[in-house]
């Protein structure tokens, strides 16, 4: 369910209608329901109350800080990936103790921000970067709490690029070599590991992978604790699906229920990871109808929103519904391509939608575009970032302004020579 609902055939986010926030920002735009954030929020959190999972809300799935905001003003902590999403988050007012850094490449200078900032957690991926990690918090007289990423070589069955937890996919470390690696850091002054953590992918649409991957998990925090290791604490990741197209993804309580069956008994603090889950459909795209082309085989209707703005389609072949603004009901509909400017064959925002008769400057929306959308967009084509919108209640705001010409402009610099 979200806030995204049509009034006498006028599209609104909450109490604010789509067109108002059109004719005052311009097109195209991302628009995010506070409703629809909260509502996601706690639905996660309640269900996983059941097993006092504490939430650290992954960040790159849409970093604007008033999102970051939204969330941990409902108790959210961050996952993070970099040291830019870590200034973000706190920033936002995410306190750096309920921070976890994620990411299977961390820099020296990004640990040493990291545990001068007081993150709570590292999720280590590899010896080498344990070995660093430790090196760089006794240059800084700082211990850095750490659980170690495993890769349990379970099949996400998702998308090639968004699965991450096979054995040939770069992350974590073989779950097999986790005995080894908690016994290197016991002897680590500038290292306290504390456990393990998992995330086998992105959009899972059924939970047998999850109830595979925490299966492992359990097993190897029983064969650790049998070699004398202390293990207070699992980070079982993000990778909740949600609906996109008809899919029909896992419910929380669901999800909730396959993490007490494998991994509840075990005396653990619980840490979960969702991004997509959150934010996915708390946001939508709106964007305007430049043309309308028909050729001999399709027609196209060229808008203003492209591939630069909105990745999704072009590199998942991910299928967003798309939908006219102002709905018009007494006209025929006919299949059309959705189609941006952007030099590229590519440059598809939807196929095969349904569409009535379009003219200029029409608006048509996106829907489930709040994860994964602003935060993969370029300014590709020299294409201006466009902007993110928030609704609550009957008022909105504007999260990202479009950065002018001049911006976008003044970003190079012209050597000397020239
Ligand atoms: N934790 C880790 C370590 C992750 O790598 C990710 C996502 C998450 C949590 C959050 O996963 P979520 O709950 O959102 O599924 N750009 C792609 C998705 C990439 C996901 C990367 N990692 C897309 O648009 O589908």
Redesign the pocket.
């Known amino acids: 369910m979200n806030h995204f609902q049509y009034r006498d055939g006028r599209l609104f986010a909450e109490d604010v209608a789509i067109a108002e926030i059109a004719a005052a920002v311009g097109t195209p735009f991302y628009c995010y329901s506070t409703a629809t954030l909260t509502r996601h929020y706690e639905a996660m959190a309640s269900a996983l109350a059941r097993v006092q999972g504490r939430i650290c809300y992954?960040v790159?799935?849409n970093s604007n800080q008033a999102v970051i905001r939204t969330l941990a003003n409902l108790g959210a902590g961050a996952?993070v990936?970099s040291e830019g999403e870590a200034r973000r988050a706190i920033a936002a007012g995410v306190p750096a103790s309920d921070i976890v850094f994620?990411?299977v490449g961390k820099t020296r200078a990004e640990m040493r921000f990291a545990i001068n900032a007081g993150i709570g957690q590292f999720?280590v991926e590899s010896v080498g970067e344990l070995d660093v990690l430790n090196q760089v918090a006794i240059e800084l007289n700082q211990t850095a709490t750490v659980v170690f990423?495993v890769n349990p070589d379970v099949d996400a069955q998702t998308?090639e690029?968004?699965s991450?937890g096979r054995k040939e996919d770069k992350?974590g470390v073989d779950i097999d070599l986790a005995p080894e690696l908690f016994q290197r850091a016991t002897s680590m002054t500038g290292i306290d590991p504390v456990g393990l953590?998992v995330?086998i992918?992105?959009?899972?649409t059924t939970l047998d992978p999850f109830r595979e991957a925490f299966t492992r998990v359990a097993g190897m925090v029983e064969t650790l604790r049998a070699a004398g290791h202390i293990v207070t604490r699992l980070d079982l990741?993000?990778?909740?699906?949600i609906v996109y197209d008809g899919e029909v993804p896992p419910e929380p309580d669901d999800y909730a229920a396959v993490v007490a069956e494998t991994v509840g008994d075990l005396g653990v603090e619980l840490t979960f990871?969702?991004?997509?889950?959150l934010v996915g459909n708390a946001g939508i795209l709106v964007t305007s109808v430049i043309q309308v082309k028909e050729t001999a085989t399709k027609r196209f209707v060229v808008v203003d929103a492209a591939m630069n703005d909105f990745i999704?389609p072009t590199?998942?072949d991910?299928v967003h519904a798309a939908a006219p603004v102002n709905e018009n009901p007494g006209s025929d509909t006919q299949t059309a391509e959705i189609v941006g400017p952007v030099c590229e064959t590519g440059d598809i925002l939807a196929s095969d939608v349904q569409l009535p008769a379009l003219t200029e400057n029409d608006l048509l929306y996106l829907k489930s575009a709040g994860?994964?959308g602003a935060v993969?967009a370029s300014s590709y084509n020299s294409r201006q970032l466009i902007p993110e919108i928030m609704v609550n209640h009957a008022e909105f705001s504007i999260i990202r302004p479009r950065p002018s010409f001049d911006a976008l402009l003044s970003l190079d610099h012209m050597p000397n020579w020239l």
């Not at 992918?201 to 899972?204: R, V």
């Not at 990741?237 to 699906?241: F, H, N």
């Not at 990871?273 to 889950?277: A, D, I, L, S």
Request: glycine letters at 18%; charged letters at 20%; hydrophobic letters at 35%.
């Open positions: 992954a790159k799935a996952d990936v994620s990411g999720n990423r998308h690029k968004i991450t992350f953590a995330h992918g992105s959009q899972l990741g993000g990778g909740l699906g990871e969702p991004g997509r889950v999704r590199l998942y991910a994860a994964y993969m």
